[in-house]
Structure formats: structure tokens, C-alpha cells
């Protein structure tokens, strides 16, 4: 049983991972701008707090759960919402490590969310696996998940744990997903532009058990028994599959056709810049979290999909 700390809890990811760890007993902070309408989701059996300062410096957190971050899909990239997604990732994470650097007892664990976005995107047809090692690249996408990153690597001079959690597209009952399926069930799916792109991802009940086990490992040794202060883990399914691949699989499980192609002109009109997330993709595989020990319950996207679908 541990004192953890939550920013984005009222998210999608963040009311699953809270409902685990309130069946696993932990005592739970939501850091959030509406705690009167977070308390209905939670029915009262988490602490609210609108801003760090209602936390003493006398608080006790063992565990930081930082998964707070604005929309990335949905209005175009434009100057103003660039600094909306900065703002919302890069801010937040160093008001939380100021938090730590004045907290008289220091969390031992620091978990921050990233995204392969990260690896920025691949030529089309490039088959290259991406691994934690791999480099980012000169884009928005990689540059915020850089400073992002920066910002939480800082909360290690304070003798703290930090776990960099890079997401692929998370598949659930909220999220994309049920957004991707609309046209499959429409029987109006297809590839996107050439639909060679990579889409890696990962099924939310591999996500939370992901972190609940990397939480464990943790428990398990002592802050300054830890050789390295900050570890990167790739969150994804260790099978990326094609844009293509993806409708197809989902269309044969809801037994639609897939015939329909979305040419890429439309979507870069529509989108802009942000259409790369559609468009491009990476081929990203969770070396670390396998070499942890880590086994995943949905390896493959037909069974998550059939899982998720079939619900």
C-alpha cells in the first residue's frame, strides 16, 4: 500500500491505471482543474487537488504518475496549439519536479509519460525496429517529446527513480480506437495515403500491467541500489503491423469489407502538419520491458482487437 500521486487521472489511461490501484489497495491524489466533476468517477474514493500548492511539503508520495498532456490528435498544429501541447506536458512535469525538490520526503518513484512520437516517422517501406536506443529526429512531434523528457529526467537530481513511458497508440473502449472502427463498421475502410505506415501499439490491460510491474521491481530494490536513475521503456505490443494490416484485421473481425483508400491529399488538407500521425508511423519494439521480464496478454493485434471488439 502506497501514497501515489496522479496528474491526468480523469484521462482515458489515467481512469483505468486509478481503478487498479484502488482495487490494490494504494492511497490515490488526482492532481486536476475540475475536482468536483472528478469525484463522480471516482465515487469519493480518491483525494482531489486543483493545484500543487494544496499538497504540504511535509506530504508524504511515494509514487508520481505523471500522465497529464493535451489531446495530440484533433485541432490543426497551428502556433497556438503547439503551445497548448508544450504547455500542457512540458509545464506541468516541472512544476512537479519543483514540487520534489521542496518536499521535505522525496517519492522514491517518478513515472512521466512520453510517446514514440518520440522516434519521430519512417520512410515509407523502411523496415528498420526501433528499439529505446534509437535516435529522435528534427520534427514537432520528436522535439516535444524531447524537452518532455528533459523537463522529468531533472527530477533524478533529487535522488529519485525516473521510469520515461513511451506510448504507441493505446487500444481500448475510449481513446482512438473507437474513432479507427467507425468507417470499418461503416464498411468505408481502406488504406491511408499508402498504407505502408507502421502503427505500433498496445492493449490497455498490457498497459496497466506494465506499469504495475515495473511498480514491483521497483518495490524491490532500494533507491541507491538502482544503477540507472532514469530507465526508458517502449510501451507497445512487441508486433507493429501496417496501416493496412490493421483495417484489415479489424474489417475481417466485424466482417466488413476493406476497400476503401483515403488518399493522402485529403487528410494533409484537413490536418496539416498533424496528418503525419496518420500518414507516417515507426516500427517500435519494447526491448526493455521484455528484457525486464515482462510477458504480454495481447501480443498480437488480432487477438487485442477480437478482445476489444467483442466486448
Known amino acids: 500500500m502506497q501514497k501515489v500521486l496522479v496528474t491526468g487521472g480523469t484521462g482515458f489511461i489515467g481512469q483505468h491505471l486509478v481503478r487498479q490501484l484502488l482495487l490494490a489497495g494504494h492511497h490515490i491524489t488526482i492532481l486536476t482543474r475540475q475536482p468536483e466533476e472528478a469525484q463522480k468517477l471516482f465515487l469519493g474514493k480518491v483525494i482531489f487537488i486543483s493545484s500543487l500548492s494544496d499538497l504540504a511539503p511535509n506530504t508524504v508520495i511515494d509514487i508520481i504518475i505523471n500522465l497529464a498532456g493535451a489531446r495530440i490528435l484533433g485541432w490543426r498544429w497551428s502556433t497556438r496549439r503547439k503551445k497548448v501541447l508544450s504547455d500542457s506536458r512540458i509545464k506541468l ?4 519536479v519543483d514540487w520534489v525538490a521542496c518536499a ?5 518513484l517518478f513515472l512521466s509519460a512520453s510517446a514514440i512520437g518520440f522516434y519521430g516517422i519512417q520512410p515509407v517501406g523502411d523496415q528498420t525496429i526501433l528499439t529505446e536506443g534509437s535516435l529522435p529526429q528534427d520534427i514537432f512531434m520528436s522535439q516535444l517529446c524531447q524537452q518532455w523528457e528533459a523537463v522529468a529526467n531533472s527530477v533524478t537530481e533529487y535522488n ?3 521510469i ?9 473502449a475510449q481513446g482512438a480506437l473507437p474513432m479507427m472502427l467507425r468507417p470499418v463498421k461503416l464498411g468505408l475502410s481502406g488504406r491511408l495515403g499508402h498504407g505502408a505506415q507502421w502503427i505500433s501499439w498496445i492493449h ?3 498497459l496497466l500491467a506494465a506499469i504495475n510491474h515495473l511498480i514491483q521491481q521497483n518495490n524491490s530494490i532500494k533507491n541507491n541500489d538502482a544503477k540507472q536513475k532514469t530507465v526508458i521503456y517502449n510501451f507497445t505490443a512487441p508486433e507493429a503491423v501496417t496501416q493496412l494490416s490493421f483495417h484489415k484485421i479489424a474489417a475481417s473481425i466485424l466482417h466488413r469489407p476493406c476497400v476503401i483508400p483515403t488518399p493522402s491529399w ?3 488538407l484537413l490536418l496539416g502538419e498533424q496528418a503525419d500521425l496518420l500518414l507516417e508511423g515507426q516500427r517500435i519494439f519494447p526491448a526493455n520491458l521484455l528484457s525486464s521480464g515482462f510477458t504480454f496478454s495481447y501480443p498480437q493485434l488480432k487477438h487485442a482487437l477480437s478482445h476489444l471488439i467483442k466486448k
Open 160 to 162: 529519485v527513480q525516473l
Open 104 to 108: 521535505e520526503y522525496k517519492p522514491k
Open 164 to 172: 520515461i513511458m513511451r506510448f504507441g497508440l493505446v487500444l481500448g
Open 204 to 206: 490497455i490491460d498490457d
Open 93 to 96: 512535469t516541472q512544476q512537479l
Open 266 to 268: 485529403i487528410l494533409r
